[in-house]
């Protein structure tokens, strides 16, 4: 067993669409507890800076957008390697290419309209769970 934590988040047209509940159940049947929540409406400093290693890319100014134009629901998720156990239910970014059974592929409009966000890798994931929580006063 390799405890872990990631940062997902449900995405404005989830949160929009009203796909907390299921998106939550998905990852519980996995056996993935729900560590945190929070539900924000980013502004766009804060989705700046958290996509900032997408900076350089086309379409970050498209994503921040996106990502501020309604509320979020920010998760911590822990269990057995959950961050790929996350990535796995999520599915791909581009939703016509994501597998049966996914959220994406469930839900996903497009590929920038995707759902959920997950951390890619345990130091990503580190480092996006202390972008918005606090391990004194939000994680125990
Ligand atoms: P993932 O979210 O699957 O890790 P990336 O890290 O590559 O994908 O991209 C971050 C986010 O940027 C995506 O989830 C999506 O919202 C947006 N995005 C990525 N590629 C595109 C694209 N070609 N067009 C529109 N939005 C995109
Ligand atoms: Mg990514």
Redesign the pocket.
């Known amino acids: 067993m390799a405890t872990e934590r990631t940062l997902s988040i449900v995405k404005p047209d989830g949160v929009q669409n009203g796909h907390i509940g299921h998106v939550l159940t998905v990852f519980e049947a996995a056996g993935l507890r729900i560590a945190a929540a929070r539900l924000v409406h980013l502004t766009s400093a804060q989705a700046g800076a958290f996509y900032q290693e ?1 900076a350089a890319r086309p ?1 970050y100014g ?2 921040v957008d996106y990502m501020t134009s309604g509320p979020v629901l920010l998760l911590v998720l822990e269990g057995d390697q959950a961050v790929a156990r996350n990535r796995e239910l999520m599915g791909a ?1 581009d939703p016509a290419q994501a597998a049966d059974g996914t959220i994406r592929k469930l839900y996903a409009e497009s ?2 309209r ?1 759902t959920v ?1 997950g951390s ?1 890798s345990a130091a990503s994931a580190a480092r996006e769970i202390a972008f918005f929580f606090s391990q004194a006063f939000d994680l125990t």
């Open positions: 997408h379409v498209e994503l970014t590929k920038g995707n966000h890619d």
